[in-house]
């Protein structure tokens, strides 16, 4: 089952769900429909909002998602032609990620299944990040690894099936996401500064800033890029801050971080003899990671999925693709989420 099989007609076990994502800063809801596919989706994103403060404002998050929830079920139900009749379930995020923002969701989540008499299953963000290749037209068969690179976590994750998570390694301090927004913001780029730093590391020069790529002396899949961020800011310290040095130092520390998470990605590919590599998550959406991953993968003959660049940064897409897939496979609710997916539900992002 699960992803949609083109043509076969509607049958019994197919459902259709509604998702909502509001972990952290940006308001997410879809409609996806195991026959059909994604039916719609809608996202308000709350960048505008946090911007004048550097970061995240949790308070102001919170209150944000309380305004835009409805509005965006409302659009997303009606762009999907679908209604409480025609809905299976209601899926949300219930961790990990701000606690008063999945507050928001859960809460406004679960009033809408027991209104509409219909399931709330609970998912856990993580696994919404890594199933997202399967929104995409040429999704990816089980077993795949998958290289989970967001915001607030970086791990290389075996996924034998939906719910069949194992954790073969993860940063040791702080998420691959997290060094890039911290550094953009020593580069003066406005948060979030992934995204930013890429594009300023497009037109800096290769070898001038050689930063060192943790942990690749070590075995293990672990990592660590907290001590790359402050090379970082070493490498910085007492220099005139022109766009020269500022795209070189954007190179150079993009540069580290990809071959720390392509080399470590090989490992894990050979080592475990997969066919396939799955990469998802905010910092998927970078272009040269992308490259690495897909050499990478052709050197050991397997096949790269990435989620279209949308879907790699937070969405409700992911959230109800995961809830129909729990749905499907007979669950009905989402509180034992955590000790499924083995992951530890309640850390922040
Ligand atoms: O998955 P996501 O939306 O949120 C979490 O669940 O954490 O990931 C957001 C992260 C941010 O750290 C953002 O800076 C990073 O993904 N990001 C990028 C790019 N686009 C987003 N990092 C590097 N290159 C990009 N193009
Ligand atoms: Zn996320």
């Given at each position: 089952m699960g992803v949609p099989v083109k043509?076969?007609?509607?049958?019994?076990?197919d459902v259709r769900v509604i998702g909502i994502e509001s972990s952290c800063d940006e308001t997410a809801v879809a409609v996806f429909d195991t026959e059909r596919g994604l039916l719609s989706h809608r996202l308000h994103s709350q960048i505008a909002l946090h911007q004048a403060y550097g970061g995240v404002v949790p308070e102001l998050a919170s209150r944000d998602h309380i305004k835009r929830l409805l509005p965006l079920v409302r659009e997303a139900l009606s762009a999907a032609q679908s209604s409480r009749e025609t809905v299976d379930g209601v899926a949300y995020t219930a961790g990990p990620g701000l606690i008063g923002a999945l507050l928001v969701g859960a809460g406004f989540a679960r009033s809408l299944a027991y209104a509409w008499g219909k399931p709330a299953i609970g998912i856990h963000h993580l696994e919404g990040h890594l199933l997202a290749p399967l929104l995409e037209p040429e999704a990816p068969e089980f077993p795949f690894l998958a290289l989970l690179v967001s915001g607030g976590h970086t791990q290389l994750v075996d996924v034998a099936g939906v719910g069949e998570y194992r954790i073969l390694g993860q940063t040791l301090d702080d998420a691959a996401g997290e060094a890039f927004d911290k550094t953009a913001k020593m580069l003066?780029?406005?948060?979030?500064?992934g995204a930013a730093l890429a594009q300023l590391a497009e037109s800096g020069r290769p070898g001038r800033f050689n930063f060192p790529r943790p942990m690749l002396d070590r075995t293990g899949l672990d990592f660590s890029f907290s001590g790359l961020k402050t090379a970082a800011l070493v490498a910085l310290r007492g220099r005139v801050l022109d766009e020269e040095i500022r795209a070189d130092v954007a190179r150079g520390f993009q540069e580290a971080v990809v071959d720390t998470l392509a080399e470590k990605a090989r490992r894990a590919l050979v080592g475990g003899g997969y066919r396939r590599l799955v990469v998802a998550g905010g910092?998927?959406?970078?272009m040269r990671l992308r490259e690495r991953l897909g050499a990478i993968a052709r050197n050991a003959e397997a096949k790269v999925y990435f989620p279209r660049a949308e879907f790699?940064?937070?969405?409700?897409a992911m959230i109800a693709l995961a809830g129909a897939l729990r749905l499907v496979a007979g669950e009905r609710a989402g509180l034992a989420v955590d000790a499924r997916a083995n992951w530890e539900l309640g850390a922040t992002q």
């Open positions: 043509g076969k007609g509607r049958q019994e076990e003066g780029l406005p948060y979030p500064g910092v998927g959406a970078n790699c940064t937070d969405n409700g």
